[in-house]
């Protein structure tokens, strides 16, 4: 069993911000949230929270098919309330740790992160598969609709408590808390959850917990990895079945059965797809790959991609080669993949492993590949394109861009991206000038770019954003001014207070020394040596071959 300490500390430190899958895949290093620490959120437990709660800071990422997924972070106040009544109460909530049928469900990593959600290791994947199929003829898959976004928070005391219970009692008790928190991260809302910090998936895991439970109770045999279901069963007609309970369990807590990904296959069927197996065999066959190599098998992953659109083929071949290849294949694999970042900006991510380790120059191919990328980014509003094109520019080209691109990030009022255009010295007092219009809209507004404002308030180049008493005063009742104005007094000194109370211990949510560019090794002259050696056989081998 996980303890509570730790739950709070992985979900302020590192499950805060998108941190879920492999570090620095869902935005750089520089955003994090290392510095919020349990004691800095229990100052923040004790600032009452405003009527009809706060909004949240979102911005696309860019998925493998390159449709946008909107990520959200919380914002600080209501986050630390949410995070402070999950860890209080954790004995009555650990449960989930022990579903078995759930492969992503919070767990001790040795990085501080209780949620991780990368897919199981090859062979353990297969091992789990081959148990499962055992003695069955069918294999079904199917997901949950539009599934974080549809959550009714109401079902969280539902779950806890039992339905009918829950109904009885709607005021007491840490269930409705945890509803009510939730609530307040977004506007009060009862529906949806945000997709990124790890406070959704304790709440997802809370509620599929008890649909899990309803099937096993059945008699079915199935996992799920976070709302994609997949069962084994031994008859079509129990295959049905799965079906049809699924969807009436999902019903109780509100959630709906994604019908378009639900089917029903007969086994046997290989466990992972073709794509996977092909290029996967291909590359684990060798322990280095050369330049030769990591270019013909680049050419065959794009050709793979075009006809396999729904697949993460380019993702998938990248990563694999860049783990293998020698020093001169990182930088083909540079050469190469740095082109394909415009049209694939899912790439964007993987290259910083090949950059690190490149001859950089002013205004050299890399630099030119990235202002284009960028420019694609801005047209299509990928906000993590745009974050990780600009912090490479920011680290290993000085910060070097023009201001007609600083003004076109700008326009786009994205916030993740304007927030990382502000590292940019020469940028900044547009950025600034942002902000001051930031100011005059409503708090929910400034809660959008809460991020932002606060690094620019934090760097003391902006008042507090919620100084403005006026914009308080719709929010309480009365007929007596004077009463009205002191409430709304109060919920604004609470508000600056949330900002004051971070400040004054020093956390700031970018750490500036991610931007310091990596010292190049020293050579390993025996060990290049022999590596060169092996690699010039298998190039002239392969030479020949092709």
């Known amino acids: 069993m996980i303890d509570s300490k730790f739950v709070k500390d992985g979900l302020l430190k590192s499950n805060y911000f998108p941190l879920q899958k492999n570090r620095n895949e869902e935005l750089p290093s520089i955003f994090n949230s290392t510095l919020f620490s349990a004691g800095i959120a229990d100052q923040l437990v004790s600032i009452k929270l405003r009527n009809g709660g706060y909004d949240d800071l979102s911005f696309n990422v860019t998925r493998f098919n ?23 109460n954790w004995n009555s909530i650990s449960h989930i740790e022990a579903n078995e049928n759930s492969i992503i469900r919070p767990l001790k990593h040795k990085d501080g992160r209780i949620i991780v959600m990368t897919y199981e290791q090859s062979k353990r994947k297969t091992k789990r598969y081959n148990d499962s199929c055992k003695g069955k003829k069918f294999i079904v898959h199917s997901d949950i609709s539009n599934f974080y976004p549809s959550i009714y928070t109401h079902s969280i005391p539902w779950a806890l408590l039992g339905v009918q219970a829950a109904k009885l009692n709607q005021n007491s008790g840490f269930e409705n808390e945890l509803d009510q928190h939730q609530r307040m991260m977004k506007r009060n809302e009862t529906t949806g959850v945000a997709i990124g910090p790890g406070t959704s998936n304790i709440i997802s895991e809370i509620i599929l917990f008890e649909v899990d439970k309803l099937l096993k109770n059945k008699g079915y045999e199935f996992y799920r990895f976070i709302d994609d279901y997949t069962a084994f069963c ?23 059965l994604n019908i378009k990904k639900t089917e029903i296959k007969k086994l046997p069927k290989p466990t992972s797809a073709d794509w996977v197996s092909d290029l996967g065999s291909r590359i684990s066959q060798r322990t280095k790959v050369n330049e030769f190599y990591c270019i013909k098998m680049l050419d065959y992953a794009l050709d793979l991609q075009e006809k396999n659109a729904g697949g993460s083929i380019l993702k998938f071949t990248l990563k694999s080669l860049i783990n293998k290849a020698t020093p001169k294949a990182k930088i083909a694999l540079l050469d190469y993949a740095v082109n394909l970042t415009m049209h694939y900006p899912i ?27 960028l420019n694609e980014c801005v047209i299509n509003k990928n906000s993590d394109g745009m974050v990780w094109c600009l912090f490479y520019i920011a680290k290993y080209y000085s910060a070097t861009l023009s201001d007609d691109i600083a003004e076109k990030i700008i326009r786009t009022g994205d916030v993740i991206a304007i927030t990382t255009l502000y590292l940019f010295n020469n940028h900044q007092i547009k950025v600034v000038v942002f902000c ?3 100011l005059q809209m409503s708090l929910f507004d400034i809660d959008q770019y809460w991020l932002l404002l606060y690094q620019v308030y934090f760097d003391k ?12 005063l719709p ?23 949330s900002f004051d109370v971070l400040k004054s211990n020093g956390v700031t949510f970018i750490s500036l020394k991610e931007l310091v560019p990596e010292k190049h090794k020293k050579p390993n002259l025996i060990k290049n040596f022999f590596v060169k ?14």
């Open 533 to 546: 050696l092996s690699t010039k056989v298998v190039k002239k081998v392969e030479e020949v071959a092709t």
């Open 461 to 472: 180049k902006i008042d507090n954003p919620y100084k403005d008493l006026n914009k308080y």
């Open 66 to 88: 390159n449709v946008h997924r909107k990520i959200s972070i919380p914002h600080p106040l209501p986050y630390a309330h949410l995070v402070n009544t999950i860890t209080k």
């Open 475 to 497: 929010l309480v009742k009365g007929v007596d001014y004077q009463a009205k104005k002191n409430k709304a007094i109060n919920l604004c000194n609470h508000d600056q207070k």
């Open 234 to 256: 031994t008859t079509y007609e129990e295959s049905e079945s799965f079906i049809r309970d699924l969807s009436d369990f999902l019903s109780i807590y509100g959630l709906l």
């Open 436 to 438: 001051q219009s930031i």
């Open 347 to 373: 790439l964007l991510p993987l290259i910083s492993d090949l950059l690190s380790v490149a001859t950089r120059k002013p205004n050299d191919s890399y630099y030119k590949s990235l202002i284009f990328t």
